[in-house]
């Protein structure tokens, strides 16, 4: 079989429409704090946005993922990336995560001491859409299928962070969150 490659690059072109709704939002942001923060505010404003986002973007680029006669090597964008030979992974799946009406799908692999592990450049969700997602996942599953013994390629059972979805989460970190800062905000400005 042949090598597969994963660059993140290529998958991560986002849907026309989410770049122009971006790029609207951007604008009217842009006009509001030119307005408010006046030029040189503004410019600061631009400079540390540029400062934060530019490191997270060049690491999305260079995220990708490679599978072959080895194993599955990851790479998050530093370095030469991490192998995970055949005989290590027990499972390959999909893993879909629902929120706000949207969901994202991505391949994860299941280690044999639990550990998951999901591939960069192998996802698909509706500002990245991927038309050949179910192609290329079976494509890795045909590889891992060809690379193991079927006796070795064992379901992990579900855990507790399996059943969480980003609402649950949200719903428990949020009243945490408030909590905190009442207790803060109680020490801090309370009576002395």
């Not at 993922?65 to 027990?90: F, K, M, N």
């Not at 590889?143 to 992990?156: G, K, Y």
């Not at 579900?158 to 109680?186: E, M, Q, S, Y």
Request: hydrophobic share 45%.
């Amino acid at each position: 079989m042949v090598e597969l490659n994963f660059p993140s690059a290529h998958r991560n072109r986002a849907a026309k429409s989410s770049v122009v709704l971006a790029l609207v939002v951007l604008v009217v942001e842009g006009v509001a704090a030119y307005v408010t923060l006046g030029g040189v505010g503004f410019c600061w404003l631009v400079g540390g946005s540029i400062v934060l986002l530019a490191p997270l973007v060049l690491l999305s680029s260079r995220s990708w993922s490679r599978v072959g006669a080895d194993g599955i090597t990851i790479c998050w964008g530093l370095g030469g990336g991490r192998t995970y030979p055949w005989h290590e992974i027990q499972w390959i799946d999909v893993r879909e995560t629902q929120g706000q009406g949207s969901s994202v799908s991505a391949i994860r692999v299941f280690l044999l001491g639990g550990r998951r592990r999901s591939l960069p450049g192998l996802y698909r969700s509706a500002t990245h859409p991927a038309p050949d997602f179910d192609e290329q996942f079976q494509r890795v599953v045909d590889w891992w299928e060809l690379s193991t013994d079927p006796s070795a390629r064992v379901r992990p059972p579900k855990r507790f962070r399996d059943r969480l979805t980003p609402v649950t989460v949200g719903l428990l970190v949020v009243p945490a969150a408030i909590a905190v800062a009442a207790v803060v905000a109680l020490v801090v400005f309370g009576p002395h």
